[in-house]
Nanobody
Framework: VHLVESGGGLVQPGGSLRLSCERS????????MGWFRQAAGKEREFVAA????????MYGDYVNGRFTISRDSAENLFYLQMNNLKREDTAVYYC????????????????WGQGTQVTVSS
């Protein structure tokens, strides 16, 4: 399984970014795609997840409707649309694939991308 994130960058507070995660090499039908982030000096935290089998989604409490996780019809690309970004959203964002486990637990995810840096600054 290979996951590759893209779309990170520098954005001003209040701005938007869309992160992408390209998935390849996994052929099982049921899995969950998740987004996590890790700010400098902090532990990795859950951002969002999407269950591929039914399209269910879950978000971290701090998201408050600002982020949306989605997928393309072929399920090879997954997105994290981030709006109204705040300085505290600055972090390396990772996509990950979960076969079975708890959506919010990073240690349950079996496969990870390399991460993409998001910096929110004026």
């Amino acid at each position: 399984v290979h996951l590759v994130e893209s779309g990170g960058g520098l954005v001003q507070p209040g701005g938007s970014l869309r992160l992408s995660c390209e998935r390849s090499g996994y052929t099982f039908g049921m899995y969950t795609m998740g987004w996590f982030r890790q700010a400098a000096g902090k532990e990795r935290e859950f951002v969002a997840a999407l269950g591929v089998s039914n399209g269910a989604t879950m978000y971290g409490d701090y998201v408050n409707g600002r982020f949306t996780i989605s997928r393309d019809s072929a399920e090879n690309l997954f997105y994290l649309q981030m709006n109204n970004l705040k300085r505290e959203d600055t972090a390396v964002y990772y996509c990950a694939l979960l076969v079975a486990g708890t959506w919010t637990n990073d240690y349950d995810y079996e496969y990870w991308g390399q991460g993409t840096q998001v910096t929110v600054s004026s």
